[in-house]
């Protein structure tokens, strides 16, 4: 007997916009073992079975991570990270990074437009601060492109400032008038000559 579908994992760029290059994977009710199995991906850290999602008749699923690389649940509020046979609760709209800042995809539900993490349908306008599902959705979606775009502006700006590091030591002197100020450090054989900038010899601690 054929299992009905229930939604889908819609791929999606790292802007969070729908990527069309790479098919949806289909989610029916039930478990459903995800990876390089039914992922055109060739990335190694994907396991065949990567994580199950578990999902019911009312779309909500359940996430078990089946590899050894972990998973990262965006729900537009907070970015979990799953570890490896560990659970967690997926509701539709939550976007999932196969590997944690790569490989997006959003767990999606037949019939509804959904745009961010849903929240619960039993909430009424008034006890979300008088805005409507839609408005609720279109803000979640904002923060969880919000949080991706953050993490790879802090990644950025670290490899950034590495390197600002290593120049600033690579041009590091200090003025000959000012050398009898300050110490002089000894000269170390092997290091490249701008790293022995303004050492002494021995032979010259012997002068």
């Not at 709209?93 to 959904?114: A, K």
């Not at 805005?131 to 803000?139: N, Q, V, Y």
Request: proline share 6%.
């Amino acid at each position: 007997m054929a299992l009905s579908q229930i939604g889908s994992l819609v791929p999606l760029t790292e802007t969070l916009e729908e990527n069309s290059a790479i098919p949806k994977v289909p989610i029916s009710e039930g478990p459903n073992v995800i990876g390089r199995n039914v992922l055109p991906l060739p990335d190694k850290r994907l396991s065949r079975k990567h994580f199950t999602l578990t999902a019911s008749s009312d779309g909500s699923a359940s996430l078990c991570v089946e590899g050894s690389n972990p998973v990262v649940i965006n729900t537009g509020k907070e970015r979990k990270k799953i570890g490896s046979q560990e659970k967690a609760d997926v509701r539709p709209g939550c976007v999932i990074e196969l590997i944690p800042g790569h490989h997006f995809f959003r767990y999606e539900v037949l019939g509804r437009d959904i745009n961010g993490c849903r929240e619960d349908s039993s909430r009424s306008v008034s006890s979300n601060g008088g805005k409507r599902p839609s408005e609720l959705e279109d803000s979640s979606r904002k923060r969880v492109r919000e949080e991706t775009q953050n993490q790879h502006a802090g990644q950025n700006s670290q490899a950034k400032m590495e390197v600002s590091d290593v120049e600033a030591l690579r041009h590091f002197n200090i003025p000959k008038e000012k050398l009898p100020l300050t110490f002089q450090l000894m000269r170390v054989q092997g290091l490249p000559t701008w790293a022995n900038t303004s050492a002494v010899s021995i032979s010259d601690v012997i002068q």
